[in-house]
């Protein structure tokens, strides 16, 4: 038997996303009232085609100017309780968390990001998960970049929003499944 430590193996945790990690306003990105702000939402799924009801997103982003470094402002605390107050709608962070509600279902309002960094990163939490997954939500019509240009038009449509209306667009999230039922995830070494 060697002395060196050995690695302990991966395990799930939860669900408890759902009611332990969100905060005050965690989908609130863009500043109160700014005329730029978009709305994204959408439902993620299991490999059955279910909702996922205790799913746990975060967004993370570009200003639209092409800044990266964000500003602090997404977990304020109550200088008097110590309590989470979240945002202070003033402030645009570049980072969002959210999670879905029994539907599924999610939204965030954020900024448009820029076109050198055209999408907004997502991780996913959820429940049976050993570890988070990455993907990127684009907008359409929008300049591919190098990891749009490398995949398939098939799969490249599971990374690109769906616009609904102005300002507003879908991006659904499959957690499994075949071809163009399951988002494109990405794996970072």
Do not use: K
Not at 22 to 31: D, K, L, Q, V, Y
Not at 39 to 47: K, Y
Not at 63 to 83: E, N, Q
């Amino acid at each position: 038997m060697s002395d060196r430590p050995q690695i302990t193996p991966s395990q799930t945790v939860g669900p408890f996303y759902g009611y332990a990690l969100p905060f005050a306003r965690g989908g609130e990105i863009a500043p109160t009232g700014d005329p730029r702000t978009i709305t994204l939402h959408g439902v993620v799924r299991d490999g059955n085609g279910d909702p996922v009801p205790d799913a746990l997103l975060e967004f993370w982003q570009a200003a639209p100017d092409g800044s990266r470094t964000g500003a602090p402002g997404s977990l304020r605390h109550d200088p008097v309780t110590g309590a989470v107050i979240g945002r202070d709608g003033v402030a645009f962070t570049g980072f969002g968390r959210v999670s879905t509600d029994a539907d599924g279902h999610y939204a965030v309002r954020t900024l448009p990001p820029p076109a050198d960094a055209p999408y907004l990163s997502v991780i996913v939490f959820a429940r049976g998960l050993l570890h988070h997954l990455y993907t990127r939500a684009y907008l359409p019509g929008q300049p591919h970049d190098t990891l749009l240009a490398g995949l398939s038009e098939g799969r490249r449509e599971t990374l690109i929003m769906c616009q609904e209306r102005e300002n507003t667009y879908r991006f659904d999230i499959g957690m499994q499944g075949d071809g163009a039922e399951e988002t494109v995830f990405l794996e970072f070494r």
